[in-house]
């Protein structure tokens, strides 16, 4: 899962020429689920998001205040192009949640937002819609979050990293081995 977070003095959401949902002060996250996100990644990134710290304190002081520290408003949108693979200069989206499953995901994540903070103060724009999302942002303060984050350690030897062209996957194992060859000859076994 992916998210760009923003620090706003306001955001909307227009669909067919209508504003469909506004903040003032707040943040705006744009949301991209990936086919392999479950709830764990979901709770991870709604705390993440509710408890980062973009805004000042009541003395000044950068980077002190969460969202809910300060009784902001969060605007959400889903993105799927976030869970973007370029092969060449063609954006490939095989990462992304189908619609069909993400759609639920998305309502999820709002519903543990909303949870988690004051339901009144979290909005959304429509899933699956074409959508023009006016977002003014403020500082520019603009914050990338992934869960797991990106060279997390991890438990699952299936977990799968992309080449440097980011179309071929091999696994951390194939990968580790290839590493160890290209640093240390030696590794190889000898017979």
């Given at each position: 899962?992916?998210?760009?977070?923003?620090?706003?003095?306001?955001?909307?959401?227009?669909?067919?020429?209508?504003?469909?949902?506004?903040?003032?002060?707040?943040?705006?996250?744009?949301?991209?689920?990936?086919?392999?996100?479950?709830?764990?990644?979901?709770?991870?990134?709604?705390?993440?998001?509710?408890?980062?710290?973009?805004?000042?304190?009541?003395?000044?002081?950068?980077?002190?205040?969460?969202?809910?520290?300060?009784?902001?408003?969060?605007?959400?949108?889903?993105?799927?192009?976030?869970?973007?693979?370029?092969?060449?200069?063609?954006p490939d989206?095989?990462?992304?949640?189908?619609?069909?499953?993400?759609?639920?995901?998305?309502?999820?994540?709002?519903?543990?937002?909303?949870?988690?903070?004051?339901?009144?103060?979290?909005?959304?724009?429509?899933?699956?819609?074409?959508?023009?999302?006016?977002?003014?942002?403020?500082?520019?303060v603009t914050?990338?979050?992934?869960?797991?984050?990106?060279?997390?350690?991890?438990?699952?030897?299936?977990?799968?990293?992309?080449?440097?062209?980011?179309?071929?996957?091999?696994s951390s194992?194939?990968?580790?081995?290839?590493?160890?060859?290209?640093?240390?000859?030696?590794?190889?076994?000898?017979?």
């Open positions: 899962m992916k998210a760009v977070v923003q620090r706003v003095t306001r955001a909307s959401v227009t669909v067919g020429g209508e504003q469909i949902s506004a903040i003032g002060r707040g943040i705006c996250v744009l949301l991209g689920i990936s086919l392999e996100d479950t709830q764990k990644e979901l709770e991870h990134m709604v705390r993440k998001v509710l408890n980062l710290r973009v805004f000042e304190d009541e003395g000044g002081k950068h980077w002190s205040k969460s969202v809910m520290d300060k009784q902001y408003e969060v605007l959400c949108v889903s993105q799927f192009t976030l869970q973007c693979v370029l092969k060449g200069n063609k989206f095989h990462l992304a949640m189908p619609a069909e499953q993400a759609e639920g995901f998305y309502n999820s994540f709002l519903e543990q937002l909303r949870r988690a903070y004051r339901p009144e103060l979290i909005k959304d724009g429509k899933f699956g819609a074409y959508m023009q999302v006016h977002i003014q942002n403020d500082g520019p914050i990338e979050l992934e869960s797991p984050a990106p060279g997390a350690a991890t438990s699952d030897p299936k977990q799968r990293y992309c080449t440097r062209d980011e179309t071929d996957c091999v194992s194939v990968t580790s081995l290839v590493m160890k060859l290209i640093v240390s000859p030696s590794a190889l076994p000898h017979s």
